[in-house]
């Protein structure tokens, strides 16, 4: 089986004079293919991306102390079947907002994807999952956010 990451030991160490909790925006796309062009395998797939949207945070890790904010976790996805072989994959953009660090464990979701799956189509394979963290999504953020505060002052100019 592939090497583990994700978890809190993976994690960079804090740095020195700042605090590990800090409030910030945690970003992602992911891509959850089933390597099956099968049409039963459809609906339950459906299923497992509900259930794992509706308890991402079960498929987090974070530091010790750190919290998902108020305004919490956006996500919007997209089911697709492949051009060229015809697999149904998904692929869905996520957001976090929270204090401290959050990884997003991908062999959870892969686990539970195949499990939840191989009980309606026992013969289903497996599927594959493909994590990227979109690096400067919180720069982004506090640019839009300092752009944004000086509206009513624009409008006056």
């Keep these: 089986m ?3 990451r994700g978890y809190i030991a993976d994690m960079p160490a804090p740095v020195p004079g700042k605090n590990p909790l800090n409030e910030l925006y945690s970003a992602w796309v992911i891509t959850v293919n089933t390597n099956s062009a099968k049409r039963e395998v459809i609906r339950p797939f459906r299923e497992a991306w509900e259930h794992i949207r509706e308890n991402m945070t079960d498929f987090m890790v974070g530091r010790p102390g750190g919290t998902i904010l108020p ?3 956006r996500e ?3 089911f697709e079947r492949g051009p060229l072989y015809h697999k149904i994959h998904l692929h869905s953009n996520l957001v976090a907002h929270t204090t401290g660090l959050v990884y997003i464990d991908p062999f ?3 686990e539970y ?3 939840y799956i ?5 013969t289903f394979k497996g599927s594959y999952v493909n994590l990227k963290i979109v690096r400067n999504f919180n720069a ?3 640019i839009e956010e300092y752009l944004e505060k000086d509206q009513p002052f624009r409008e006056l100019v």
């Design 118 to 122: 191989k009980e309606s189509v026992p």
């Design 140 to 142: 982004t953020k506090y």
């Design 113 to 115: 994807v195949d499990n």
């Design 2 to 4: 592939a090497e583990r």
């Design 71 to 73: 305004d919490g976790i």
């Design 108 to 110: 959870k979701i892969k």
């Design 76 to 78: 919007k996805h997209s």
